[in-house]
Every structure is written in structure tokens, then in C-alpha cells.
């Protein structure tokens, strides 16, 4: 049975109450969840012989995030990746963006909804525990145009997948791009040895200060090209000027079409060395903005003294494309009054589904054969 429950989690800025949520799927997925910033701060999921272990990289105590860090696990917002040079035109009017990233807008802005702190409602069904939050977010606030009223809503359900819904509504029209930040490891010391395949045929080449520099161009002859099933670390060590900018990948993927506008299909599958665990990524966003954690330099640790090191981890972002309000020939990304955002993006973990239909079918528990066994609860 899922279960959700809330124990406080210090005082951001030295004032405001957090919380952390934690929900239960009842069949051995838990993730925990922050109020601040609406940060995903951990996520549990067994392995194929059934012993829990975090996929997602995460920080220790309330003041690791509200100092300066690298987005980790966050909802950012209110336009993810980036706006170039903090403005742009909308209706005839250009507004502008406090740059914080080489003379660009990044993630909202220094104060995007990374820093903000969410309202949490929670709810709790046979099949799912759920965690509802809320944020409204002014007119001009980092100097975007309109009210914007958001949610974004986290379900994890007894099969082990956790989902997170996010809508948004507005006065006044504006732009919005919202993602989750988590840095993924399914479980080893870096995510060289991890294998990725995403299902994109083109990508966007970005200059010096991660700008898209034109049309998306094909993955094809590329270390982009991840139709197929690759090692991420055999990918990066390929001589490339796009790699060797960014230092890894840093780049969004255009991802397939789905079949009908505005539903799910996959964009990701990432497993880790030995098949230990897999994540699939399914979404309703056009992009993938896939960061190898490249500016990341061991000056972060999870609280056990593991520090997080480049390489260490990658970001999975589902969004629309970086730039698009800059950018006619991207979809949009105009909201306008009397509009509702709907985006969905889902973590499925198949080698769950896979490991317990193999226990079904091999007789009783004393019956298991091989190095796998039946997980508590399942």
C-alpha cells in the first residue's frame, strides 16, 4: 500500500519552514521530495537482485541548496535551459532576464522556482501516493510578463514509477519551459560505464556560451547519435569541437514525434553496468537536454563524504528547446491567458517489472534460481 508522510527540514534563508515528503510505493520505491524548491531530493529503487540503492545524486542538509549549487534535483523554472542574452520579444514588447550564465538567462534567472518555496498538499490512493505543489509566481518576477500560477504534482505508484505532472495558467501573456534537474546515477562510481540510447534523430550544436547556433542538425556519423544503444564514456572519448566545448554533453536532443500531439512516448532508456537497473524517461516534451555533469568538480558531497565529481552523474531534462522565445522555427512556448500548460514526463524502472515476472514464473520463493531473489513487499 502506498503511503506518504512529512517531517520539517530546517529553515531556508533563515525564515521559512521546508518540508520533506517522502512517498512509498509500497513495492520498494521511495522517493523523498523538498518543498524547496520543489527538489527531488531522493530516490530509492532495488536492483535485479532486489537490494535498494539511490539513482539520483543528492546534497545533505537545506543549506547545501540554498547556497549557491547546480540545480540539484530542482524544478526549474520559470523557462528552463536558456534564454539568450536574458531577452526577448513577445507581442512587441522585449523583456528582459537577469543573465547568470555567460551573458545568458539560465533557468529562470539567479531567483528562478529553484529557489522558491512550494505549497505541499498529499494524497494517497490503492495504487499511488501523491504529492501536490503549488507556486505563483508575480508578474515580472525575473522579468517575465504575467501572474503564473504552476504545479507540478509527483506521483509514484505500486509499479515504481514516479511521474510529475506540471500546469501552469496566466494573466497576461508569457513564456514557459519547466523541468526537473535530478542527477541520475543508477549505480556506480561514474556514468561512463553506463549505457544510454535516446530516441532523437537530431540534436542542437550550441556555441561557446551553449546557444543553439542554428537548425537542429542530424545525430547521424555524430558521438550524438544514441538511436542505438552506446556506453556513454565511449561516446565522450570520441574527438568532437561540440563535446570538447561543452566539456561532455550539454546539448538537447529533438526527439521524435509523438504519434498523437500532447501524449506520452519514450525518449530515454539508460541502464546501468551489469543491467543492475533501468530507467526509462517517457514524456510529452518535443526536447532532451542531456548534461554529463560536466562542470561539476568534487566541491558537493551527498552527506556520506562521496563527493560529486565530473562525470559522476547526468541530468535527463525534458523540456522544450533552449532559446525557443528567440526562436520562430522552435514549438512554442507562449502561454497565453485563458491557456493551460500540461506537460508530463515519466521515470519507469522496467527491470522491476521484468525481475517480478520472473519470480512469478519460477515457482516459489524457495524455488528462485540464479543470483536473483523476491524483494520485501513484493
Not at 33 to 61: F, K, N, W
Request: proline share 9%.
Amino acid at each position: 500500500m502506498p503511503t506518504v508522510h512529512r517531517k520539517p527540514f530546517g529553515r531556508a534563508h533563515g525564515q521559512s519552514e521546508t518540508d520533506l515528503w517522502t512517498l512509498e510505493s509500497g513495492t520498494g520505491v521511495r522517493a523523498e521530495i523538498l518543498t524547496y524548491g520543489g527538489v527531488l531530493h531522493s530516490l530509492t529503487v532495488p536492483d535485479t537482485a532486489g537490494e535498494p540503492g539511490p539513482v539520483v545524486r543528492s546534497l545533505p542538509a537545506l543549506d547545501d541548496y540554498t547556497d549557491k549549487n547546480p540545480y540539484f534535483g530542482a524544478i526549474v523554472g520559470r523557462y528552463a535551459n536558456r534564454i539568450a542574452h536574458g531577452r526577448f520579444t513577445l507581442d512587441g514588447t522585449t523583456h528582459h532576464i537577469p543573465a547568470n550564465d555567460r551573458g545568458h538567462a539560465l533557468h529562470g534567472g539567479p531567483d528562478g522556482f529553484h529557489t522558491r518555496i512550494w505549497q505541499a498538499e498529499a494524497d494517497r490512493t490503492d495504487s499511488a501516493a501523491v504529492l501536490r505543489l503549488t507556486l505563483h509566481s508575480p508578474d515580472g518576477d525575473m522579468g517575465f510578463p504575467g501572474a503564473l500560477d504552476v504545479t507540478a504534482t509527483y506521483t509514484l505508484d505500486t509499479t515504481g514509477t514516479l511521474a510529475v505532472d506540471y500546469t501552469a495558467a496566466t494573466d497576461r501573456p508569457t513564456v514557459v519551459n519547466l523541468t526537473n534537474h535530478a542527477y541520475l546515477n543508477l549505480g556506480d562510481d561514474d556514468i561512463l560505464g553506463h549505457t544510454l540510447q535516446v530516441d532523437a534523430d537530431a540534436y542542437l550544436p550550441v556555441d561557446a556560451g551553449s546557444i543553439p547556433e542554428g537548425p537542429p542538425a542530424p545525430v547521424t556519423g555524430t558521438p550524438f547519435d544514441l538511436t542505438t544503444p552506446h556506453r556513454i564514456g565511449e561516446r565522450l572519448a570520441h574527438p568532437d569541437a561540440q563535446l570538447d566545448r561543452a566539456g561532455g554533453y550539454d546539448h538537447c536532443w529533438v526527439l521524435r514525434p509523438a504519434t498523437t500531439p500532447g501524449t506520452l512516448r519514450r525518449a530515454a532508456r539508460l541502464t546501468a553496468p551489469r543491467d543492475r537497473r533501468t530507467l526509462e524517461l517517457w514524456t510529452t516534451e518535443p526536447g532532451l537536454q542531456i548534461y554529463t555533469a560536466n562542470q561539476l568538480d568534487g566541491a558537493f558531497t551527498d552527506g556520506t563524504g562521496r563527493r560529486h565529481q565530473r562525470h559522476g552523474s547526468l541530468c535527463l531534462e525534458t523540456q522544450h528547446l533552449p532559446d525557443s522565445p528567440n526562436r520562430p522555427g522552435h514549438p512554442s512556448t507562449v502561454l497565453r491567458p485563458g491557456e493551460t500548460l500540461r506537460s508530463r514526463t515519466e521515470w519507469r524502472f522496467p527491470h522491476l517489472r521484468a525481475d517480478e515476472a520472473r519470480i512469478r514464473t519460477a515457482g516459489p520463493p524457495g524455488q528462485v534460481t540464479g543470483h536473483r531473489r523476491p524483494r520485501s513487499g513484493r
